[in-house]
């Protein structure tokens, strides 16, 4: 009789995973809350929310109860031609708590594929209005998906090593700074007219090692594009949904984007689904008799009723008192966890952006994705049952707002522990 694990590394190729070394793969029978529990009930603190997806426990009643009603009521209907009641309630009651200039969603099934909806208003946007701009701006180490465009947007390294050659050119600037932000204004006026759009990870760089950088600085920039008339995509994916403190990264800016995206939290992490937004702006460069000016792009599951579904179940629990306060716990408790880490000698340096931390760990090498202490950090967490994905050095924690407070307490001591054992 073969194993869950020698069964599945017969047959299935993981994400990101050199599968010559796979040999820790944990098979998970359940999730409960901020846990989830393997084959021999071994329990484990999901502290980065399944890949920061999970933002109300695993297998939430609430959201379960919601898609399963709908699955026995529609469970799906071709969106071209057609259209439900999730999708126009939760187009409803996301533009609502979005920035007041955004007015239409376009719905897909996950984040890259939501940047390749974004990117395709931007440019088509141009197209439509017979202007000639190629160029499109992006931050040094973003992330923005791994589908070619979101590839292309995103930050090169070894992951796009193979495909480089293949990728569209992109202008790659600094994320500003007090010291930056006037020689990227220059740089990026010397060739405003040709370039068509601007994407950016508001406030947190996630896949770059949880990298920091202020709102009032983004603003400068998002207003000084404004000007240049390069639009703007603001990639949500991760940051949205509470992950900063407030329900948007929007919310710590005054400057508003032509184009928003989102997926992970949109449906507290239950089910696939990308949603993009735009403004009427946008959204009326393709707004026309004439059918060349049509956004011809959709995919099979476009608007999944179920995915809907849990998204609107998800958002309420967001919206409700005792949300709000959970997450404003993690935050307050996050905030004494990086003072107390801010003096000790192993920690080169600690951030925090609402309930996100990240500490780099100090090491002999330089801070890195590939640095060897991922090796020794992922396992030893695991061993101490919590579910942390260390990026290299970088250790950070996004927990679902559910977490409790015994439970943060014990992830803070075990960092605290780690430091002094490893
Ligand atoms: C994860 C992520 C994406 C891609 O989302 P997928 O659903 O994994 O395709 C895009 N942008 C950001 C900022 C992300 O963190």
């Not at 900063?244 to 995206?261: Q, R, W, Y």
Request: net charge negative.
């Amino acid at each position: 009789m073969y194993t869950l694990k020698e069964r599945d590394y017969l047959v299935n190729w993981h994400p990101y995973t050199q599968m010559k070394k796979a040999d820790d793969i944990v098979p998970i029978v359940r999730g409960e809350g901020a846990y989830i529990f393997d084959e021999n009930n071994k329990k484990y603190i999901d502290a980065v929310s399944s890949w920061w997806v999970t933002l109300h426990g695993h297998a939430h009643p609430y959201i379960a109860k919601k898609v399963y009603e709908q699955l026995n009521t529609l469970e799906q209907v071709i969106f071209a031609g057609f259209t439900h009641r999730p999708a126009v309630e939760l187009s409803e009651r996301l533009l609502a708590l979005l920035p007041f200039n955004q007015q239409k969603v376009f719905y897909s099934d996950n984040g890259s594929t939501a940047i390749e909806v974004g990117l395709k208003m931007c440019m088509q946007f141009h197209y439509n209005n017979q202007e000639n701009r190629q160029k499109i701006l992006a931050f040094k180490n973003a992330y923005h998906g791994d589908t070619f465009g979101a590839m292309s947007v995103s930050g090169r390294g070894i992951w796009t090593q193979p495909f480089n050659e293949r990728l569209f050119e992109v202008i790659f600037i600094e994320t500003p700074t007090e010291e930056n932000i006037e020689s990227i204004k220059k740089q990026i006026a010397e060739l405003a007219d040709e370039v068509a759009c601007f994407i950016y990870e508001p406030l947190v760089q996630g896949a770059a090692g949880m990298l920091m950088y202020e709102a009032a600085y983004l603003d400068e920039l998002m207003n000084f594009c404004r000007k240049k008339r390069i639009l703007l995509i603001q990639d949500e994916v991760f940051v949205g949904f509470g992950r900063t403190g407030k329900i948007f990264a929007a919310n710590h800016l005054s400057e508003v984007p032509d184009v928003m995206c989102f997926s992970k939290g949109l449906t507290g992490g239950t089910m696939p689904l990308g949603v993009t937004t735009c403004s009427d702006l946008i959204y009326n460069a393709f707004y026309s008799k004439d059918y060349t000016k049509t956004l011809y792009h959709g995919h099979s599951f476009t608007a999944s009723p179920l995915a809907c579904t849990a998204a609107l179940a998800s958002l309420e629990l967001l919206l409700e008192e005792a949300t709000q306060e959970k997450i404003v716990n993690i935050v307050t408790q996050h905030e004494v966890f990086r003072e107390q880490l801010k003096t000790h000698p192993k920690v080169k340096v600690v951030r925090q952006c609402g309930t996100i931390l990240a500490l780099e760990w100090k090491t002999e090498e330089e801070t890195s994705y590939f640095s060897d202490m991922h090796k020794k950090l992922y396992p030893y967490f695991l061993d101490h049952g919590i579910l942390l994905r260390p990026l290299g050095n970088i250790i950070y924690l996004v927990p679902p707002y559910c977490i409790s407070t015994v439970d943060l307490n014990y992830i803070y001591k075990t960092i605290l522990k780690a430091l002094d054992e490893l």
